[in-house]
């Protein structure tokens, strides 16, 4: 490749399209209007933690863009990382989360998230969690990057969705809480800097204006950016496009965690094979049987997430294989089978007994590190608008986060959010209407294109040049397809969900190889092959990423 052709690409690529505004106008005389105190977009562990929060002193609404439990959430398996058990400590829970995060984490963040996780889980298990126990006393297993057993699980590996039970059970039966299902947030509205709400879109009851005095993005991931993915249909980083064009600064974008182990069969979703079956013993071998882990790291299969993910597409690209296995025909079957009911029952449904076989696995994208950057207290760079789970950016993962960790941030940040929000109700300043006559945004109404197509193609594009491994030749490339796509995608206007969703993951796609570019060293799940040592003179630091204005 020429370098006149290189610095063609460049200049191209740097003619970037911002994308408008608003994704579809609206005129705030003939739409329906909505009001409450506190808005909650998201109905996950964190959206549903700040709603229960915020409802003791004001009333709340809770969006979600389908059923109230379809969420990143209730597919969650592993557990939550507390430090519940004797022997173990905040201060050791603390250091492994640093370890993890490799140099990236706020120090004071971790502290106060690890030290508030106890109180949040009882309250939890007071509101009716059942997690699982032995002779009346919670069972706790190890993970990988942890050094002590601190992960607490329900019904085996449904721990998500016990927390999700929980949390609807509440949400639903206080007065002050309403939640809309099926109702999709399109962009948040904003003037001057500060959030007054947002405009959201229902199937049957069409657009609404949702005003409100403070605003909750709880939007959670954006895994079907990529064509491997744990996460569901829903996780198309809307709360992170929608910040991104409302001003808000996002940060770290491009620590995308790849999972290690997710069930690998032609034709099968990516099923989220979790991190408690190495926990409890499970073996990773290659395609001859090898048992590969213990030669790239000391703890094993037990190493961070990033280590074993970078293992496991060494040792496929060694064999030339696919995928490789994860072996726990060693452990005794009633063990496994109680354990572990979700995944013998997926296993079983293709032909494998997770007792006798081995089980077929590799990477997929699971969660996105990065986010809506924000303060100690949730809230961003926008006034009146907080946000919290996996759409923000605490500064709790660092370049990586724990296993476990996740579910333990949502409930903690949830609640601050919730509770800082309720707390500055009456320092809000609520705008009742935008100018009556102005529709807020243009834009072609065109609707010839292939929006599945472009959408695969993406996915595609961004497991193959924006993965587990990186460098400059493929993140260009990257970039460059995107720009193109946006080009054509980013100034129509479309009247349903499906072409908003494809408009944000192209926005989202955009801002991770963006960031993914500008970052030039390897620091947890960011691995360029290009810069494969950590540079901690020049990139100790964060990647932040704003909208220019336009």
Not at 255 to 282: K, N, S
Not at 455 to 462: D, P, V
Request: aromatic share 8%; net charge positive.
């Amino acid at each position: 490749m020429t370098n006149k052709f290189i610095k063609d690409r460049i200049r191209f690529v740097k003619k970037q399209t911002e994308p408008k505004r608003y994704l579809s106008s609206f005129d705030s005389r003939t739409t329906a209007h909505v009001f409450t105190d506190v808005l909650v977009i998201g109905s996950g562990v964190a959206g549903l933690s700040a709603a229960i929060q915020a409802a003791k002193h004001h009333a709340v609404l809770v969006t979600t863009k389908e059923r109230v439990d379809e969420n990143n959430t209730a597919y969650a398996q592993g557990g939550v990382a507390v430090v519940l058990s004797a022997g173990d400590t905040a201060s050791k829970h603390i250091k492994d989360t640093l370890d993890a995060g490799q140099g990236l984490c706020d120090a004071a963040i971790v502290k106060a998230f690890v030290h508030e996780g106890p109180k949040r889980v009882n309250e939890l298990i007071r509101w009716g969690a059942s997690f699982d126990k032995e002779d009346d006393q919670l069972i706790f297993t190890q993970e990988g990057g942890h050094h002590f057993p601190r992960i607490i699980h329900a019904q085996g590996d449904s721990t998500g969705k016990e927390i999700e039970h929980t949390l609807v059970k509440v949400a639903k039966e206080n007065k002050n809480i309403k939640i809309f299902e099926h109702t999709f947030v399109i962009d948040l509205i904003t003037e001057d800097g500060v959030c007054h709400g947002a405009i959201a879109w229902h199937a049957k009851k069409g657009k609404m204006l949702i005003w409100a005095k403070q605003t909750i993005l709880a939007t959670g991931g954006c895994g079907q950016v990529y064509r491997e993915t744990t996460n569901p249909d829903v996780a198309t980083g809307d709360g992170l496009a929608m910040a991104y064009r409302a001003g808000a600064t996002l940060q770290d974008m491009e620590f995308v965690q790849f999972h290690p182990t997710t069930l690998y069969i032609a034709g099968a979703v990516r099923f989220l094979i979790t991190e408690t079956v190495r926990g409890e013993g499970g073996i990773l071998r290659n395609k001859r049987g090898d048992r590969f882990m213990p030669k790239y790291h000391p703890q094993a299969e037990l190493a961070p997430r990033d280590v074993v993910s970078q293992s496991i597409l060494k040792e496929m690209q060694k064999t030339d294989h696919t995928y490789v296995y994860i072996d726990i025909r060693h452990i005794p079957k009633e063990r496994l089978y109680a354990r572990f009911p979700k995944i013998r029952e997926i296993c079983a449904s293709f032909g494998i007994d997770i007792a006798k076989d081995l089980i077929p696995v590799r990477p997929s994208a699971h969660y996105m590190i990065g986010g809506v950057k924000v303060n100690r207290f949730s809230r961003t760079t926008i006034r009146q608008l907080y946000a919290c789970g996996e759409v923000a950016c605490t500064g709790m993962h660092g370049a990586n986060r724990l296993g476990s960790n996740s579910l333990l941030e949502g409930l903690v940040a949830g609640t601050i959010a919730g509770a800082d929000a309720s707390k500055s109700i009456e320092r809000a300043k609520r705008q009742l209407f935008p100018s009556p006559t102005q529709e807020l945004t243009g834009g072609s109404k065109i609707s010839w294109l292939d929006l599945n197509d472009i959408g695969n193609s993406l996915k595609s594009l961004m497991w193959r040049d924006a993965g587990i491994e990186r460098d400059e030749k493929h993140l260009l490339e990257a970039e460059e397809m995107i720009e193109m796509w946006c080009s054509y995608v980013l100034d129509k206007e479309f009247a349903n969900p499906v072409g908003w969703e494809l408009q944000n993951m192209l926005l989202v796609s955009r801002l991770i190889v963006v960031s993914a570019r500008n970052r030039k060293e390897s620091r947890g799940v960011h691995h360029r092959s290009d810069y494969p040592k950590t540079d901690n003179i020049r990139w100790k630091k964060h990647v932040t990423i704003k909208r220019t204005k336009s």
